[in-house]
């Protein structure tokens, strides 16, 4: 009999003793939850979404089917699915009732209508159409519940195990989706401590740069121009004082090309006015800064294949040019270009050595090119998100075959693109 009560009230939860437990399972616990799952699935996803906030990254959660217009599916796989289940089993371990009237939390897929779902087969966000948080029903084994461990043993569960996870969330790689790659090299990036105060404004060659918050301090994060000399260089800082960084040598291979249409090599004084005045509209473009907050790292903006990375001193049918600003990526005609993360469309247009031409502003400092685009699908003033289609791929302007001519800019200076997408060896 006094095992039966005993059984009841491990159920019901009414016990005078529990009360504080109760309290600290329906108040606290639950946030720590939701904190931890977050933090345990930006994990399996990897340190891309680190710099996205929390609520943005639960709401990711919810497994949608498809994105927006524009976005691109959130892809779910099933280590990512397993990992969620485990971080509620584990809290319900710690605060449950052992193996009954545990109040665990798992992901459950309920069916769409018209649409059947095979949970054992299913990987990623096409495969589940929603996944909810749902309780489980009671344990009962032979007709009873089984009865709660003591208060002191769940609290010693929470003493040891509660530790450990606090220990793999502050160990996130946080630092990698905040700041983009670093090689201080003529069209690289440098990136120099500040220190844990905000600095205010900081100026390479008399322009602003891009300062962010990363492993509790501030950075800057500097474009150097492919002309910089090696040696040392100079960062202004609010009141005039100066710190120095270092800039390291770069060899640059040289590229031959054949271009049918001589134009494109030698034009006319009327192209050249022409000319002049779309370098001024880009350099306009180029040389914006804004307040937004730029997402490291950028994805790439088209599947395709480096036909001619960055860097290169080329030779347009034997006579030298500036080296290549960008990187071109190959691909069929018409292959979709897609925004490599969220920004607001500050020119299109045809030009004529680009062909049609995108930029995209996305915050301090931060501006992608889109050159020789058979096709754009944006206007000035649209903000986009990332993996939204901006265009086509084609060969419009000064082009040799169907590529993207892929620009990155930072401080009004062109740099490797690989740097932003966590691709640079």
């Known amino acids: 009999m006094a095992a039966g009560r005993s059984a009841a009230w491990a159920c019901r939860g009414d016990s005078p003793r529990r ?32 710099v996205a906030p929390w609520d943005r990254l639960w709401d990711r959660l919810s497994l949608r089917e498809s994105a927006g217009p524009g976005e691109e599916a959130f892809a ?26 545990a109040a665990l939390i798992h992901p459950t897929l309920p069916q769409t209508p018209g649409r059947r779902v095979d949970k054992r087969s299913a990987s990623t966000v096409s495969d589940l159409p ?9 344990s009962v084994r032979g007709g009873r519940s089984v009865p709660t461990p003591p208060l002191s043993l769940r609290w010693r569960r929470v003493g040891v195990i509660l530790p450990l996870l606090m220990l793999v969330l502050t160990s996130a790689p946080c630092s990698a989706a905040t700041l983009p790659q670093t090689s201080a090299v003529p069209g690289g990036i440098a990136l120099i401590p500040l220190g844990a105060t905000p600095p205010g404004t900081v100026r390479f060659e008399g322009g602003p740069v891009m300062v962010l918050p ?10 150097i121009p492919l002309t910089q000399a090696p040696g040392e260089a100079t960062l202004t800082l609010p009141g005039g004082a100066t710190l120095p960084f ?41 040389d914006l800064f804004s307040a937004d907050h730029p997402a490291f790292p950028l994805a790439m903006p ?7 990375p960055f860097g290169l001193r080329r030779i347009f049918n034997g006579e030298p040019r500036k080296p290549h600003s960008g990187l071109d990526l190959a691909a069929d005609e018409g292959s979709e270009i897609r925004a490599p993360a969220a920004g607001v469309v500050v020119l299109t247009g045809n030009q004529f050595f680009n062909g049609n031409t995108v930029l995209l502003d996305h915050g301090q400092g931060l501006v992608t090119f889109y050159g020789h685009m058979s096709r754009i699908d944006v206007k000035v003033g649209q903000a ?26 930072l401080n009004g200076v062109m740099v490797d693109p690989r740097l932003v997408t966590g691709e640079w060896r």
């Open 19 to 50: 009360t504080i437990s109760q309290k600290i399972r329906r108040n606290f616990m639950p946030a720590l939850l939701k904190m931890v799952a977050k933090g345990l699935l930006h994990m399996t996803r990897g340190a891309a979404e680190c």
């Open 76 to 101: 779910v796989d099933a280590l990512r699915l397993s990992t969620l289940r485990w971080t509620s089993q584990l809290f319900g371990f710690l605060v449950g009732r052992g193996g009954g009237c």
């Open 130 to 138: 929603l996944a909810e948080l749902q309780p489980l029903t009671p």
């Open 214 to 223: 990363d492993a509790g301090q501030y950075w800057a994060v500097v474009g």
């Open 246 to 286: 270092a800039v390291a040598t770069k060899d640059y291979p040289t590229q031959s090309l054949t271009v049918p249409n001589s134009h494109h090599v030698n034009p006319t004084a009327e192209e050249l006015v022409r000319i002049r005045n779309e370098a001024s509209a880009l350099r306009r473009g180029l």
């Open 302 to 308: 088209v599947q395709g294949v480096v036909s001619s």
């Open 384 to 409: 986009v998100v990332r993996g939204q289609v901006l265009g086509r791929v084609g060969h419009t302007g000064r082009a040799t075959g169907p590529h993207l001519h892929w620009g990155v800019s």
